[in-house]
């Protein structure tokens, strides 16, 4: 899914583009309307993510209402922290399709995400099915349990699948962090369900699909 944010607060928009992309999401950035409008000129994206309040002289709500006026009905979800009704009544005529309220937690916006907008929400590798809502594993049909540590693991490398995994990102799911720990885990991880799984040496690991 490809998805276009729109946020002017940078520590926000480079954090949740960051945990999107972890989440194997494709993300173009604007930080303004002018940045908005030339990137749906040039290209074609699944959803939009915009902010309400933004520097310059069109806020979230001008931008969709252009979009909406010139034909565009990409889905679209304001992310703001007005809450009034008058203001929600204002971005669902101008055409957005849900809000969330500053300040949230990303994981809830990417499980609103796949819940509403991803018609196959399943990642496959090999004979195996994962679907990262539940946390559901099918490997050959038949449903696999891994223990919590693993189970972690295992998301991480699948809605990363081949990109490297940073080793502090794999280290803080252990309860204990340390890298001989880590390296049983994902050797354990590489057995049970026969996953190529590489060191990269001085960055991380990575799921490779061969």
């Known amino acids: ?48 993510i915009f902010d309400v309040n933004l520097f310059g002289d069109e806020n979230g709500f001008d931008v969709l209402k252009a979009l909406r006026d010139s034909g565009d009905r990409t889905p679209s979800i304001y992310i703001t922290a007005l809450t009034d009704i008058d203001s929600m009544t204002e971005g669902f005529n101008a055409g ?42 099918k490997k050959a049909g038949e449903y696999v349990a891994l223990s919590k540590i693993m189970a972690s693991l295992f998301h991480l490398f699948m809605v990363n699948k081949n990109r490297v995994v940073d080793t502090n990102l794999l280290l803080d799911e252990l309860v204990s962090a340390n890298t001989n720990a880590l390296r049983v885990n ?25």
């Open 1 to 48: 899914m490809k998805i276009l944010l729109l946020e002017d607060d940078k520590t926000l928009h480079n954090s949740l583009k960051a945990y999107l992309e972890m989440e194997a999401f494709e993300v173009e950035s604007a930080f303004d309307a002018h940045e908005a409008y030339e990137l749906t000129y040039e290209s074609t994206f699944d959803l939009y």
């Open 96 to 137: 957005a399709d849900d809000y969330i309220k500053k300040p949230f937690d990303p994981e809830e916006l990417v499980l609103r995400i796949k819940s509403r907008y991803l018609v196959d929400n399943l990642l496959h590798y090999k004979d195996i099915d994962y679907d990262p809502i539940t946390k559901e594993i």
């Open 186 to 210: 994902i050797t354990k991880l590489k057995s049970k369900l026969n996953l190529d799984i590489k060191n990269i040496r001085g960055m991380g690991y990575m799921l490779e699909e061969l």
